[in-house]
């Protein structure tokens, strides 16, 4: 499948998104994607030293997507995310402290260390997850939709799952339903091409993605993954639909993992030159030389762009290394909802 | 006799019955060209091609659901649930289809669901659950867990030889951390509802299976040299279980602790307990007690993971009151 879609939908290029949002605003975008990047390159130093411990799955490479999506959407909108969720937490708002406490198990973060990589949460920022179990998060975010219609709120969900997710049943009966009810929700497929060891090919027996929308009579897109400009133009054509008319879309963004699975998956099952070739389209590097040729990003400022990410993503890990791990006592908190009495 | 890891315990099951038998098929994700994220079925592909070693999607309720129906036909599938913990996505499949096919129709379903089960690798709430006891309610469901190797390799070569709905939960922290001599006979099995003694002991019994086996036997081993000489009984199948085992122990000890990694309450414990305290009330000195992981999800925290735990020490503590009761 190429990337681009075939559909010959124009996409608002680099520059006029220049002209509408102001060079601020896609240097902040930047400087987000940076710290998603620079975050997980610590999470993963981390975890080879045997500091963050279990499952740890990294978002490196698809970071474009995250990015561009949250950033059509607006602070009181809802995100929620599959287990690859460093990226979406971060993007929605998320504190890199708790972020990076949470990873290390430890009682400052996000959920006091009980949930770990998979399941971070921020109820304030609204990021409902981080969800372990494939495909369970997405009747969930469907709920929210609901929710939002119900009260006669203008907010909108984006709910993201992996190509993997799509073969569970949970998946399909969303769908439905926020068509059927016709909720503000924008479910999002980031098809990285694998799902653990195994290729789309080899799991779908369909693989222009979004045509799974039209099963439901729903709204679709494609979006280039690896292009934060083309997510960014459609997602907020998405977001318009759902907050205006409550019209949910089914978008599929191409994109590319470039680590294993998880920590401890050397991914055998793809070429070195495959991943050579999809690497060329990284978008850490593709989009800050984008708008160093639209003039708005000296090698300078880069520079201390850079230089100021690194700086928050150490300072989260000295948070976390010195936070506590959580008393004992932690165990039980929570299990229940408090009474009101 | 061969000394295997119950990983490959488990794996050499397989491959004898498939060998033997050509409509033993697995189906399950990554289970083929990846080798199964746990390895389990490393190398399965090459030897019995992609036509009997199916590498399915995401997709747990058609992953049981259709070897339910192959089973209907003369096949024997293994399932991969790839952590035990999904098992709840293929709950309708297991609990109203295999389970009740038998009972309304007298078809056979020959399945087993093999599921990696349990804590003790940092997984977090969602890769680390024991969930036995959702379907050692379920008439109509076979249920094993082993703890040794040999018990791994028998228990899953009956499963795939029973023409009942088998689930077999295997504890993954146990996968390369336990070792033991497993019989290379073909026809080696461990037949399904019995019981074993892992360790004989007069004074009291630890009635348990899987990863707390070994926890029951290192805390008997702490109590001997103290004096106290505690047996170690291994349900090894959790239903139908091993009611006359179970009689014998009480009647031999007299008191009795009922052990698991899964939480406490509605535990499989639960089960054994009333089952004791109805049948054997007259031969008991002491209240039959129970110990399990404790009343929360399990966290990921690695403290609080340990900490949710049945320790060594924790059943030490739980026999010294039995034996002072
Ligand atoms: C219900 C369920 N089945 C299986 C798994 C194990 N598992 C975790 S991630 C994964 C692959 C998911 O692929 P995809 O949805 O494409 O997401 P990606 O890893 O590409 O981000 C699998 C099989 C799971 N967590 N939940």
């Avoid at chain 1, 030159?273 to 160093?292: C, G």
């Avoid at chain 2, 009922?258 to 639960?270: D, N, R």
Wanted: proline share 5%; aromatic share 8%; with cysteine.
């Amino acid at each position: 499948m190429p990337r681009k879609a075939a559909k010959g939908k124009k996409t608002a290029g680099a520059a006029d998104l220049l002209k509408e949002l102001g060079p601020d605003t896609l240097l902040d975008w930047y400087r987000k994607m940076l710290l998603v990047r620079v975050f997980e390159q610590q999470a993963a130093k981390a975890y080879s030293l045997g500091k963050i411990g279990g499952f740890l799955h990294l978002y490196i490479g698809q970071e474009a997507t995250g990015t561009g999506a949250i950033a059509a959407i607006r602070d009181e909108d809802y995100v929620v995310a599959a287990y690859r969720d460093h990226g979406h937490a971060l993007l929605k708002g998320m504190d890199p402290k708790k972020a990076m406490a949470e990873l290390y198990g430890k009682v400052t973060g996000c959920s006091k260390g009980k949930g770990g990589s998979m399941h971070f949460f921020d109820a304030e920022h609204r990021f409902l997850g981080g969800h372990g179990i494939v495909g369970g998060q997405i009747p969930l975010a469907t709920g929210v939709g609901f929710k939002i219609k119900y009260v006669e709120g203008d907010e909108v969900v984006l709910c993201f799952f992996g190509e993997g997710a799509i073969n569970q049943g949970a998946f399909h009966e969303s769908m439905n339903l926020a068509a059927l009810w016709k909720l503000p929700v924008i479910y999002i497929c980031e098809n990285n091409r694998y799902a653990m060891g195994t290729p789309l090919e080899r799991a779908s027996s369909l693989f222009d993605l979004s045509q799974k929308a039209c099963a439901y009579n729903m709204r679709r897109d494609v979006v280039d993954g690896m292009d934060i400009f083309d997510v960014y133009t459609k997602v907020s054509e998405a977001v318009k639909a759902a907050r205006q008319d409550k019209v949910p879309t089914l978008i599929e963004a191409r994109t590319y993992r470039f680590r294993g699975h998880s920590m401890s998956d050397p991914a055998h099952y793809r070429t070195k030159e495959e991943l050579e070739e999809q690497m060329k389209h990284d978008p850490i590097l593709t989009f800050p030389r984008k708008l160093k040729e639209l003039g708005i990003l000296t090698d300078e400022q880069d520079k201390a762009i850079q230089a100021e990410v690194k700086r928050v993503v150490q300072e989260a890990v000295e948070f976390a290394e010195k936070s506590p791990e959580p008393d004992l006592s932690e165990l039980f908190t929570d299990v229940y909802a408090e009474e009101e009495v | 006799m061969a000394v295997l890891t119950y990983l490959q315990a488990i794996s050499e099951g397989m491959r004898e019955e498939m060998r033997r038998d050509e409509s033993v098929v697995l189906l399950g994700e990554d289970i083929g060209v990846y080798g199964g994220a746990f390895k389990v079925t490393k190398g399965f592909i090459d030897e019995f091609g992609p036509k009997r070693v199916i590498d399915t999607p995401i997709s747990e309720s058609a992953i049981v659901g259709a070897a339910v129906g192959m089973a209907l036909y003369g096949f024997r599938p293994i399932a991969e649930i790839q952590f035990a913990d999904f098992i709840t996505v293929a709950y309708n499949q297991i609990v109203q289809n295999a389970a009740t096919i038998h009972y309304r129709y007298g078809f056979p379903v020959p399945i087993v669901v093999r599921a990696p089960s349990g804590a003790g690798v940092h997984g977090g709430p969602f890769h680390s659950q024991n969930p036995e006891a959702l379907f050692t309610h379920v008439p109509g469901l076979k249920v094993v867990a082993p703890s040794t190797p040999a018990d791994a390799k028998g228990l899953l070569k009956a499963a795939v030889r029973d023409d009942n709905p088998v689930l077999y939960f295997e504890h993954k922290y146990l996968y390369r951390r336990i070792k033991g001599e497993v019989p290379e006979d073909d026809d080696f099995t461990v037949p399904i509802g019995v019981a074993d003694v892992k360790r004989p002991g007069r004074d009291a019994t630890v009635i348990t299976y899987g990863s707390t086996v070994h926890t029951a036997l290192q805390a008997a081993e702490d109590l001997s040299a103290e004096g106290a000489e505690v047996e170690v009984l291994d349900l090894r199948t959790l239903r139908p279980y091993d009611e006359q085992a179970i009689l014998d122990s009480v009647g031999r000890t007299n008191r009795v602790l009922v052990l698991h990694e899964a939480s406490k309450t509605g535990g499989v414990g639960a089960e054994i307990a009333a089952f004791i305290t109805e049948n054997a009330f007259e031969k008991l000195d002491a209240p039959v007690m129970r110990l399990g992981g404790l009343d929360t999800p399990v966290p990921y925290s690695p403290p609080l993971e340990e900490y949710w735990l049945p320790s060594k020490e924790r059943v030490v503590g739980a026999l010294r009151r039995l034996l002072e009761y």
